[in-house]
C-alpha cells in the first residue's frame, strides 16, 4: 500500500495558504512548506510567511528552522520534509506539501535521487572566481554550451546551481538535466493527488503587484534592514530570494527605491510565469481554475475532496 500524499501548488499569489489551511482541516493533514525562503528565521514580510493566526491551529513544518546565513537546497528540502512525513504517517495524519518550488515538489514525489559524486575543490573555486571576475552571466553561457536544457532551467543569477550542473557535467560526463529527466520518470512511491491551483494571468499579476505594495506597508524596508545590520549580504542564499535582493540593492545604493519595488514586481511576474511553465509539464496534475469555480473556496475544496476520495486517499 502507497502512503497518501496531497500536493497544493501554484503560481506566487494565487491563493494557496488560506485553501490548504481548509484542506488540512478535512482530511486531517499537516502541511509541509515547499517554499524556499519561509524557511528561514526572522524573513517573514519578504516571504509571505503564514503567521501563527493564519495557521487556526494546523500543524506547519519547514518553517523558521533556518538561520539566514545557513544554505538550503533542494537536497536540505528532501531530507527536512521526509523526515517531517515519517512523523506525520505516525500520527495517521495525511501531509501536504504546499508551496510554489517545482523542483522541490518533484524531489519528494518523484523520491529522487541526488547523486553524489566526487566534489574536485579546486574546479569548484575555478568556477566561482570565473564567475565574480566574468558576471553570473557568463558562466551561465559556459552551462549553455554543455547543457542547454539545464541552462534554460537555471537562472543566471543561481550562481550556485550553475556551478553544481558545470560540476555535474566535468565529473560524470552526463548533463544533469539528462540526469533530472530520468529521475523525473520514476513511479511515485506515494498514492498522490497534484494540485494546481491558478487564476486568470491579468488578475494574477494584479494580485502579485497588490501584494508587493502591501510588503512595503508591512515594513519590508525594515526588515530588510535590519538583515543587513545582521551581517546578511548579497551573497548569502537567502539573501538571493525575491524581496530580498532588490531592497538590499536600494539600501546598498545601487538604485532608487522606485526602481527596486518596479524590478521587484517585474521579476516577480516573470517568477510566476516560470512556475506555470513548471507545473504545465508536471505529469498527473489536477488544475484547480479559481474562475471556474467563481472563486469560492468552498467550492474548490470540495471539488479536490472529490478528487481525493476517488483517489481513495481520503
Not at 515538489?105 to 565574480?132: H, S, V, W
Not at 513511479?187 to 487564476?199: I, K
Not at 506597508?217 to 538571493?240: F, I, R, T, W
Request: glycine residues 6%.
Amino acid at each position: 500500500m502507497k502512503k497518501p500524499l496531497v500536493i497544493l501548488t501554484g503560481p506566487t499569489a494565487a491563493g494557496k495558504t488560506a485553501l490548504s489551511i481548509k484542506l488540512a482541516k478535512q482530511i486531517q493533514g499537516e502541511i509541509i512548506s515547499a517554499d524556499s525562503m519561509q524557511v528561514y528565521r526572522r524573513m517573514d514580510i519578504g516571504s509571505a510567511k503564514i503567521t501563527s493566526e493564519e495557521m487556526e491551529g494546523v500543524p506547519h513544518h519547514l518553517i523558521d528552522v533556518l538561520e539566514p546565513e545557513e544554505e538550503f537546497n533542494v537536497v536540505v528540502f528532501q531530507q527536512l520534509a521526509r523526515r517531517a512525513m515519517e512523523e506525520i504517517y505516525e500520527r495517521n495524519h495525511i501531509p501536504i506539501i504546499v508551496g510554489g518550488t517545482g523542483f522541490y515538489i518533484q524531489a519528494i514525489l518523484n523520491d529522487i535521487a541526488f547523486t553524489e559524486t566526487e566534489n574536485d575543490g579546486a574546479y569548484r573555486q575555478q568556477l566561482e572566481q570565473q564567475a565574480k571576475e566574468g558576471g553570473a552571466q557568463k558562466l551561465h553561457e559556459q552551462l549553455a554550451e554543455v547543457d542547454p536544457k539545464a541552462a534554460l532551467e537555471i537562472h543566471p543569477n543561481n550562481i550556485k546551481r550553475v556551478i553544481r550542473a558545470l560540476e555535474f557535467y566535468k565529473e560524470t560526463g552526463t548533463r544533469i538535466s539528462e540526469h533530472n529527466e530520468e529521475q523525473r520518470k520514476k513511479d511515485s512511491p506515494y498514492n498522490f493527488a497534484y494540485f494546481v491551483l491558478n487564476m486568470d494571468r491579468q488578475r494574477l499579476y494584479e494580485r502579485i503587484d497588490l501584494r508587493v505594495d502591501q510588503m512595503l506597508l508591512d515594513g519590508l524596508l525594515e526588515e530588510v534592514k535590519h538583515l543587513k545590520e545582521e551581517g546578511c549580504h548579497a551573497d548569502m542564499v537567502s539573501m538571493q530570494g525575491l524581496g530580498y535582493k532588490e531592497i538590499l540593492s536600494y539600501l546598498q545604493g545601487e538604485c532608487s527605491l522606485e526602481e527596486a519595488v518596479y524590478i521587484l514586481k517585474r521579476d516577480t511576474r516573470h517568477f510566476a510565469k516560470r512556475q506555470l511553465t513548471w507545473f504545465r509539464r508536471e505529469r498527473e496534475v489536477c488544475w484547480i481554475e479559481r474562475e471556474k469555480y467563481d472563486n469560492d473556496e468552498t467550492q474548490m475544496l470540495n471539488a479536490m475532496l472529490k478528487i481525493l476520495k476517488e483517489k481513495e486517499i481520503i
